[in-house]
């Protein structure tokens, strides 16, 4: 007998593809780097990676960690990988060995890679992180001539390739006078790394949100992350982009989620449903089983207040959410029996369950019910 999944993630191909293509439009012919960090939002590094190598619009992958840039070339990416997070002192030669552009912001980490570039008569590819009011990772005017020292001691750390910054509250509201200010400040540490000699080759401050609401951010590379896989950024982002008129169909989700119920029971009136005894049934109750938990990533948060898809129909979670297991109430849903499909995520003939849905409820968004989804479940692509 052909081995069945009990908890399956499925990606569509298209849904991904038509984003891509969005995205491009939305880029006015800037190159695309691609956010596949978080296990490419939780939609699997691998399986995304090989998609994306299939599509010769996307130009670059932007991942986090120096970990996530080695899995994204197994997986048999072959163009260019930036790493936006940290880049230990131990993994400089992981840099070379796998072609890797950093991104700078701590000066013993630049000057250590200057003379391990120099000793071996190969170009290192930088970015630097410019500090523009989000007060994360990143450097200010202050900082900035000892950087540009330690670029001009070491032949082939010339100059940075790239610059870029982070946007703090694009997404988070309908007032974007923060972002203009960020822009602004942005520019000015540009004409002092020009004062300095260290002028980029390229500039880059556009995530998604960026893309969708400000031509201005563009620059010459930009770096979408939750849109490529279907998600607006926040509501914020989509009431200012419809505002201004635009069309809603812009963006379709690639991931569904889906498992499967293992058992069935009856359970009598006046009963309690799971750990802490938080549901109690008033009548003749037929639960589903489903073997999954917030271990799997479906957050302990929705318990007893979201529901799933069965056969086209809503049914309720009751009691908390377990580790592996949940249940859900199928009392009203005619024909239910073991292995029938249940949708976690996605839909389900007229009902659609989203992201954003689940973020609502659990009192988090989007971007978090996905990047938690366990990096065990089965990707599979459509």
């Known amino acids: 007998m052909k081995q069945r999944h009990l908890s399956w993630i499925e990606l569509s191909r298209d849904a991904l593809n038509s984003n891509i293509a969005a995205l491009e439009r939305l880029a006015r012919g800037r190159t695309?780097?691609?956010?596949?960090?978080a296990n490419a939002y939780g939609h699997g590094l691998a399986e995304i990676a090989s998609l994306l190598q299939e599509n010769p619009a996307v130009g670059a992958l932007s991942v986090h960690s120096v970990d996530e840039a080695i899995g994204v070339r197994?997986?048999?990416?072959?163009?260019?990988v930036m790493v936006l997070g940290p880049t230990d002192i131990s993994q400089i030669e992981a840099v070379f060995e796998h072609d890797l552009q950093p991104t700078v912001f701590?000066?013993?980490?630049?000057?250590?890679?200057?003379?391990a570039a120099d000793k071996r008569r190969q170009s290192a590819f930088t970015h630097l992180k410019l500090e523009t009011g989000t007060?994360?990772?990143g450097i200010t005017a202050a900082e900035m001539p000892d950087f540009a020292r330690i670029?001009?001691?070491?032949?082939?750390?010339?100059?940075?390739?790239?610059a870029g910054m982070h946007f703090a509250n694009i997404e988070d509201t309908t007032n974007h006078e923060y972002a203009r200010y960020q822009l602004k400040q942005f520019q000015a540490l540009l004409k002092e790394m020009a004062r300095l000699g260290i002028k980029p080759k390229i500039c880059h401050t556009a995530s998604s949100a960026a893309m969708i609401l400000f031509e201005k951010t563009l620059f010459d590379l930009v770096r979408p992350g939750i849109a490529v896989y279907g998600h607006w950024p926040s509501k914020e982002t989509y009431l200012s982009y419809r505002l201004e008129g635009n069309d809603n169909d812009l963006f379709h989700p690639v991931l569904t989620w889906k498992t499967r119920i293992t058992q069935l029971k009856k359970v009598p009136p006046d009963s309690f449903v799971g750990y802490g005894c938080t549901y109690r049934t008033t009548s003749t109750t037929r639960l589903a089983i489903l073997p999954v938990g917030y271990y799997d990533g479906y957050a302990r948060s929705l318990s007893n207040t979201a529901y799933v898809l069965i056969r086209g129909r809503r049914a309720p979670v009751r009691g908390r959410v377990c580790m592996n297991l949940m249940m859900v109430d199928v009392t009203d849903i005619k024909g239910v029996?073991?292995?029938?499909?249940?949708?976690?995520?996605?839909?389900d003939g007229s009902e659609v369950l989203t992201a954003e849905q689940l973020g609502a409820w659990a009192d988090s968004i989007n971007y978090e019910i996905l990047a938690r989804l366990s990096p065990l479940i089965p990707r599979i692509i459509r």
């Open 151 to 162: 670029y001009h001691e070491h032949k082939y750390l010339e100059r940075p390739y790239g």
């Open 135 to 137: 007060n994360r990772q």
């Open 106 to 115: 701590e000066k013993t980490f630049l000057s250590t890679l200057g003379k």
């Open 74 to 80: 197994a997986a048999g990416w072959d163009r260019t």
């Open 337 to 347: 029996k073991v292995g029938d499909e249940v949708t976690l995520i996605g839909r």
């Open 32 to 37: 695309l780097a691609v956010a596949v960090k």
